[in-house]
Nanobody, 119 residues
Framework: QVQLVESGGGLVQAGGSLKLSCVVS?????????MGWYRQAPGKQRELVAK???????NYAGSMRGRFTISRDNAKNTVYLQMNNLEPEDTAVYYC????????????WGQGTQVTVSS
């Protein structure tokens, strides 16, 4: 069973930084997956924050571009989200997602980690 384990969430003041981590239990799945971070605030739809494909190219949602950085460490089966200059509007549950077509098309989600940014 493929599991994604997230960590790094917490409470931070506006302007502060956090670094989220997501470890994928299967090296084969991780190596063949595009990885993404999503977030969902209460009463709002889940939205894409950033994604990084297998080759390493990253893409960001507009409001996060320049503040957030997604990266991956293939040796550790881990994807990271470095979040700088956090704002109260960034408060949400952040989810990690793996998207693969091997051995079949599938998506795997983490349990989510809470990020709270105070004013």
């Amino acid at each position: 069973q493929v599991q994604l384990v997230e960590s790094g969430g917490g409470l931070v003041q506006a302007g502060g930084s956090l670094k989220l981590s997501c470890v994928v239990s299967s090296r084969s799945i991780f190596s063949n997956s595009d990885m993404g971070w999503y977030r969902q605030a209460p009463g709002k739809q889940r939205e894409l924050v950033a994604k990084i494909i297998r080759g390493g190219t990253a893409n960001y949602a507009g409001s996060m571009r320049g503040r957030f950085t997604i990266s991956r460490d293939n040796a550790k089966n881990t994807v990271y989200l470095q979040m700088n200059n956090l704002e109260p509007e960034d408060t949400a549950v952040y989810y990690c997602k793996a998207e693969t077509q091997w051995p079949w098309r599938a998506e795997y989600w983490g349990q989510g980690t809470q990020v709270t940014v105070s004013s």
